[in-house]
C-alpha cells in the first residue's frame, strides 16, 4: 500500500464549477496535511495545509481533514483556467514529507 | 525575492561526470531538504540538513550521493559518476524551524540532464 495515495486523473471541469480532489493516507500517526499546486515544468507551490479535522477555508480553497478515515480532500469553488495544474498531496511523515502522485485537473473555458 | 533559490536552474553532464547543485533556503529558513522528480514520478525525499548537520539522510543513494549545508553559504547536493538514471528535477524546499517544521517551500529546482 502507496503511503499517499490520490484519486486518479485526470479530473476536467468546466470553469466557474467545483473540482474536488481526494487524498488517503496510510501511517495513523501523521499530523499534518499539505496540498501543493504544481504548473508543468515547474516547482511545487504550498496551496493550503491543516492540521486539525473538519475544514479550512481560504479564499476558493477549502481543505477537508478527517483523521479518523485517514482522508484529506480539497475542494477549488469556481474554478478558473489558471487553476489547471497538478494537485499534489503531501503527509508529514516526522519532518519527511510523502507526496501523492497528484492529480491534474483541467478547467475548460 | 526572499524565496528559496537554487541554481543552476538546467544542468547537462555527460555520464561519469559530477553534478553540484546549490540551494539557499528562504530567509529566516534553518532546515533543507531535498527532493528529486524522476519523469512521471512523484516527489521523492532525498534528505534533511541543518546548518552543519545531516539530519536524515535515508531517502539519498548510498553511492556517489552526498549532501552538505555548512555554516556558511548555500546547500550542496552532489552527485558523482553520474548516470542516465540520475536524469531528474532536484527539489530543494526550507521550513522556519522546529514549530513549522512541517511547512516547507519549495525552490524553482535544479533539471538534472544526462548524456
Known amino acids: 500500500q502507496k503511503e499517499v495515495e490520490q484519486n486518479s486523473g485526470p479530473l476536467s471541469v468546466p470553469e466557474g464549477a467545483i473540482a474536488s480532489l481526494n487524498c488517503t493516507y496510510s501511517d495513523r500517526g501523521s499530523q499534518s496535511f499539505f496540498w501543493y499546486r504544481q504548473y508543468s515544468g515547474k516547482s511545487p507551490e504550498l496551496i493550503m495545509f491543516i492540521y486539525s479535522n473538519g475544514d479550512k477555508e481560504d479564499g476558493r480553497f477549502t481543505a477537508q481533514l478527517n483523521k479518523a478515515s485517514q482522508y484529506v480532500s480539497l475542494l477549488i469553488r469556481d474554478s478558473q483556467p489558471s487553476d489547471s495544474a497538478t494537485y499534489l498531496c503531501a503527509v508529514n511523515n516526522d519532518y519527511k514529507l510523502s507526496f501523492g502522485a497528484g492529480t491534474t485537473v483541467t478547467v475548460r473555458a | 525575492n526572499a524565496g528559496v533559490m537554487q541554481n543552476p536552474r538546467h544542468l547537462v553532464r555527460r555520464r561519469g561526470q559530477e553534478a553540484r547543485l546549490r540551494c539557499s533556503p528562504m530567509k529566516g529558513h534553518s532546515h533543507v531538504y531535498w527532493y528529486r522528480q524522476l519523469p512521471e514520478e512523484g516527489l521523492k525525499f532525498m534528505v534533511y540538513l541543518q546548518k552543519e548537520n545531516i539530519i536524515d539522510e535515508s531517502g539519498m543513494p548510498k553511492e556517489r550521493f552526498s549532501a552538505e549545508f555548512p555554516k556558511e553559504g548555500p546547500s550542496i547536493l552532489r552527485i558523482q559518476q553520474v548516470v542516465r538514471g540520475d536524469s531528474a528535477a532536484y527539489f530543494c524546499?526550507?521550513?522556519?524551524?522546529?514549530?513549522?517544521?512541517?511547512?516547507?517551500?519549495f525552490g524553482p529546482g535544479t533539471r538534472l540532464t544526462v548524456t
Open positions: 524546499a526550507s521550513s522556519p524551524g522546529e514549530l513549522r517544521s512541517y511547512e516547507q517551500y
